[in-house]
């Protein structure tokens, strides 16, 4: 099985514009999720998809939104960048609530 | 808030034996999780305890105390390729896949 495909791998953005990030989980897996990591905050949640539909929302500003379509598929966007939304952006993918996390090699977005 | 503390380095020699702590607060705790990620690399899943005790995965072990809010990673005959981080992270809900994570632990294998 192929497993979780993220692109592009590196982004370079500027202050103010906006972001589209693209995840395709591992075939039959219905759950995507998308994580934030930076050196000082670590890992943070910041949203979960089960068929189309978001079951958890991490502690982040209504700039971040993301959708998943009918084939698992997902996007997350970033709207009115800011300096600080510089990081490695990991989506992860899994085939039920009890199963672990299977992570792409991640997005890293630099805001200049 | 919810939180998970674990040391920032640990280092260790080649075949020696190293355990990484995790102690957590959180609310709504379903399980740990334990990941290795090396550097540039994903995150890979390694071990999940949803219950009280030890899980054993070849030369990695996960051990969980409930009652202590308190785990533990175990990692046997270190070798030089398990030099990487690892990261604990506590589910926070029955019905989905949202991980808090702690910090992350540097483990650095020497000859």
């Known amino acids: 099985k192929a497993g979780v495909t993220q692109t592009p791998r590196y982004l370079i953005k500027t202050r103010g514009q906006q972001v589209t990030l693209s995840c395709s989980p591992i075939?039959?897996?219905?759950?995507v999720s998308w994580y934030q990591q930076t050196p000082g905050q670590g890992l943070q949640f910041l949203f979960e998809?089960?068929?189309?539909?978001?079951?958890n929302k991490g502690n982040f500003p209504g700039r971040f939104s993301g959708r998943q379509f009918s084939n698992s598929r997902s996007e997350m966007n970033v709207s009115t960048l800011e300096l600080g939304d510089s990081a490695l952006y990991l989506c992860?993918?899994?085939?039920?609530?009890?199963?672990?996390?299977?992570f792409g090699n991640g997005t890293r977005l630099t805001v200049t | 808030g919810q939180s998970l503390e674990q040391p920032s380095e640990v280092t260790a020699v080649e075949g020696a034996i190293v355990q990484i702590n995790c102690t957590y607060q959180?609310?709504?705790?379903?399980?740990l999780s334990w990941y290795q990620q090396h550097d540039g690399g994903a995150p890979t899943f390694l071990s999940y305890?949803?219950?009280?005790g030890l899980e054993e995965t070849g030369r990695f072990s996960s051990f969980l105390s409930r009652s202590d809010s308190y785990g533990y990673l175990l990692l046997q005959e270190l070798q030089m390729k398990d030099s990487a981080s690892y990261f604990c992270?506590?589910?926070?809900?029955?019905?989905?896949?949202?991980?808090?994570f702690g910090g992350g632990t540097r483990l650095m294998v020497k000859p």
């Open positions: 992860a993918s899994s085939g039920d609530s009890n199963s672990p996390l299977h």
């Open positions: 075939s039959g897996h219905r759950s």
């Open positions: 998809y089960f068929s189309e539909t978001q079951r």
């Open positions: 959180t609310s709504g705790f379903y399980g």
């Open positions: 305890n949803a219950l009280d």
């Open positions: 992270a506590a589910r926070l809900d029955n019905a989905g896949n949202m991980l808090t």
